[in-house]
């Protein structure tokens, strides 16, 4: 049998930001409805497709802690039957404003959406309401793979503490595990950003501190194997030890400009990663290949731009609107989109899914011949909710990209926990700093518009780790219990999602708002739990106001009901 080119393994962050009980619509609640209808049951669906055609897509999806706490949750099951409801009903409506036009293809739309929903509630109820444990499922079976995260995606390189990390990192695996059934093997950095050991400086006045721990040590001490970074980072990595014959021997850094062929700093090739060159890899980084993602993720050239795809932003009503346009061209106006049409969407999808095979193709033969016959795997990255909510279509692309290479003997469809047991590594590198965000830095999350909360966000951490060394919380369960509260909020406003939606401009006042609200519930019950440790009485002596603000807590922060204060410990 022929030997294959190489490997393709399709890496999906599905994330979303703690929104239940924070409000429904514009923002809140909706964001995690609409990606629960049109990227999270569309994926499932695509792989199960597969699966029933015998074929196993073998696709590694991330599904972050905080995302899996509130799927997992009564509250989201109940409210999103009642959006999926809404939508049917809102479909109805504009099918009876459409009749009124006689305007026989936009009443057509209205009962395709119709349809589509009721599938949705169909499909929502055969699972037994349960999103994560579908996945779980198909994960079990082998068909995927799934990543565990941090608890809130928080940005690990800047936060101040490695207690921090460590808790953060902790409490997301403790909910995986708990949600899915399983502990994951790899896991998705929040942002892909990455910090190497050494010195550090924090990104405000607070200066820094001279040794570091680096972030695959962190990682490797809580047993994860694998993670991903931007392709930046593995193309300026340094070399510092190689295997051959079994053996691990140190090289110097100009050991990869010495024997390019060997697979170093290629994005197709995993490499072990030790930020402190002293011994082999604690962990396996796998490269985002942006070759082959830019051919999907570019809003100038990627597949979901192209003009028949359903547009995103153009709506018929007011709230929740349903969209009923095409693209049209990168440039039409929303008032001069022409109507979409459906028909139009199998031919396109098969162009560009044959296209995107063909250039995975193309790149893994080339990589073979520049290495002179190795292995080498493409990673293509990407946001889940890329696929069904921003790319309506995108759920059937995925589908068809793995029914096609699943056909196509020269390549391998893989997880990435599947290759490094049937490729291991040979190579290990230190990593620079980085992130997948704009211009690979921290820059997105480090800037002036937020740079005010690292602030608050450093005095949090520090006190929280004071309050968990000196008060008697093993002595005192009351203490113990505002404290667990305590540092779920703390995870809570560590969540990446707040400078990044106010960076961008997105939801400015929702994410200044559910930051500082966080803070605030974090410190009163710090300050609770310290008025207490003084007073043993003291929580028979609470205010109205101080009751209804812990109860308040308990209302609307709703997940990691299993909080444990050793995750804070070194």
Request: glycine share 8%; hydrophobic share 35%; net charge negative.
């Amino acid at each position: 049998m022929t030997q294959p080119l190489g490997s393709f393994a399709l890496v999906l962050h599905g994330h979303l930001p703690y929104v239940l009980r924070h409000g429904v619509w514009p923002h809140g609640e909706d964001w995690l409805y609409e990606a629960a209808a049109e990227t999270y049951l569309p994926i499932l669906d695509a792989i199960g497709h597969c699966v029933l055609h015998h074929v196993s897509p073998r696709a590694t999806i991330g599904l972050t802690p905080v995302l899996l706490e509130q799927l997992a949750h009564k509250h989201f099951k109940q409210g999103f039957e009642r959006y999926l409801e809404d939508r049917i009903e809102r479909a109805g409506e504009d099918r009876k404003d459409f009749e009124k036009y006689n305007h026989g293809h936009m009443i057509y739309l209205a009962d395709r959406w119709i349809q589509w929903y009721r599938q949705a509630q169909s499909d929502f109820q055969r699972i037994g309401r349960d999103i994560p444990g579908e996945f779980a499922r198909f994960a079990r079976e082998g068909h995927i793979q799934i990543l565990t995260s941090c608890a809130t995606h928080g940005y690990l390189p800047l936060l101040y503490e490695d207690t921090s990390i460590r808790a953060q990192l902790r409490a997301g695996l403790a909910a995986s595990h708990r949600i899915l059934g399983f502990k994951p093997k790899g896991m998705w950095l929040p942002e892909c950003a990455y910090r190497p050991g050494g010195s550090w400086r924090s990104p405000i006045h607070w200066g820094g501190k001279d040794r570091r721990v680096g972030v695959e040590h962190l990682i490797a001490d809580e047993t994860i194997e694998h993670f991903f970074v931007e392709h930046t980072l593995v193309e300026a990595a340094n070399s510092e030890f190689i295997r051959n014959e079994g053996n691990w021997h140190k090289v110097g850094w100009d050991e990869s400009t010495k024997y390019p062929g060997r697979g170093w700093r290629h994005v197709l090739e995993p490499h072990g990663v030790n930020s402190d060159g002293t011994g082999p890899a604690r962990a396996t980084v796998f490269a985002r290949d942006n070759s082959i993602c830019e051919t999907v993720w570019s809003g100038a050239i990627g597949y979901p731009a192209d003009g028949v795809y359903l547009e995103f932003h153009k709506k018929w009503g007011p709230r929740r609107g349903l969209r009923y346009w095409k693209i049209t061209g990168s440039r039409t106006d929303l008032g001069d989109k022409h109507l979409y049409v459906p028909d139009n969407i199998p031919g396109k999808l098969f162009e560009h899914v044959q296209h995107f095979c063909n250039a995975v193709r193309h790149r893994l033969g080339e990589y073979q011949h520049y290495t002179g016959g190795r292995h080498g795997c493409v990673t293509a990255s990407f946001d889940a909710e890329l696929f069904g909510h921003w790319w309506f279509e995108g759920p059937q692309f995925l589908r068809d990209v793995w029914l096609t290479l699943a056909s196509d003997h020269s390549i391998e469809l893989t997880t990435a926990e599947q290759f490094l047991e049937k490729h291991p590594i040979d190579k290990t590198v230190s990593l620079p700093e980085g992130s997948w965000g704009d211009g690979g830095d921290h820059r997105v999350w480090t800037n002036d518009r937020v740079n005010w909360m690292w602030d608050i966000e450093y005095r949090c951490e520090t006190n929280f780790g004071r309050a968990c060394y000196q008060l008697p919380w093993k002595e005192n369960a009351d203490i113990e219990q505002l404290l667990k509260k305590a540092g779920r909020e703390l995870l809570l406003l560590q969540a990446s999602d707040w400078q990044f939606i106010i960076t961008r401009g997105q939801a400015v006042d929702y994410g200044i708002k559910r930051f500082m609200l966080h803070v605030s519930r974090f410190e009163t019950l710090l300050d609770l739990a310290e008025k207490l440790a003084s007073d043993s009485t003291y929580l028979g002596k609470l205010t109205d106001l101080e009751k209804f603000e812990v109860e308040d807590a308990d209302i609307h922060d709703v997940i990691f009901p299993q909080i444990d204060l050793k995750w804070w410990n070194t």
